[in-house]
């Protein structure tokens, strides 16, 4: 079965600071990883996703996740946070002939002016 | 071009009652997903439609939920007898065609959702 933490439930940052959200899985076999973020008030969207290849995804609004296989990991980073991301981000996962996305309870990422 | 609708977007209904939710997918899409989002956990699938194929219902909670998709695009979702704990917002999602053996491949794009209050 397939599974996916997110220890941190909330990350306070400062706006323009660095910030690292953890997210680890636990497969059996080969996996499709996914950071998703949703703005108040809005729908998920897509940030990046991990499917083959590089092991670092680059995304949008300046995100970028790398994939780690030996500690099934795919920590998402940013290295300068802006007002505007402060969001809900949500990791996820699929793995080979799954019909759905397996998603982790969520990251609230507030940024300090 | 127009994203994933759902409406209401926000359901307030009493203990027993029935109720639907309705998603209209983006045009062309041919996947179609229901999530659950309940307080402080992650989104729970239910169910995925594909095509003609029959949906993949191996998330549904209880037998008090169901869904179907009219025609290969609009869904909705039927709860009966609603319970407290069927509180929570319930996201409908849509991707293209999957080109491979993978649906996972395609981005899914989500609607706003339906925040749905039980009494």
């Known amino acids: 079965a397939q599974s996916v933490t997110q220890l941190d439930s909330q990350v306070p940052v400062f706006e323009e600071a660095p910030v690292e959200l953890r997210c680890n899985y636990s497969s059996s076999v080969s996996v499709y990883l996914f950071w998703y973020v949703q703005y108040p008030n809005q729908g998920l969207q897509l940030l990046l996703k991990y499917l083959s290849g590089s092991t670092l995804v680059k995304g949008i609004n300046g995100f970028e996740a790398e994939f780690n296989k030996s500690q099934t990991s795919f920590h998402l980073r940013k290295p300068s946070v802006h007002i505007s991301d402060t969001a809900e981000y949500f990791c996820a996962v699929s793995v080979a002939g799954a019909n759905n996305l397996f998603f982790g309870t969520g990251t609230r990422l507030t940024v300090i002016p | 071009g127009a994203g994933v609708s759902q409406s209401p977007s926000n359901k307030v209904t009493e203990k027993g009652k029935d109720v639907e939710l309705r998603c209209d997918p983006i045009s062309g899409h041919t996947a179609l997903y229901w999530y659950r989002q309940s307080l402080g956990q992650g989104l729970e699938f239910l169910i995925y439609?594909?095509?003609?194929?029959?949906?993949?219902k191996s998330g549904l909670p209880s037998d008090r939920f169901s869904a179907e998709r009219t025609g290969g695009s609009v869904s909705t979702l039927t709860i009966q007898r609603t319970q407290q704990e069927d509180s929570a917002v319930y996201l409908c999602?849509?991707?293209?065609?999957?080109?491979?053996?993978?649906?996972?491949?395609?981005?899914?794009?989500f609607g706003p959702g339906t925040r749905l209050t039980v009494l």
């Open positions: 999602a849509s991707s293209s065609r999957t080109s491979g053996r993978y649906v996972s491949y395609n981005e899914q794009f």
């Open positions: 439609f594909q095509g003609n194929s029959a949906p993949d």
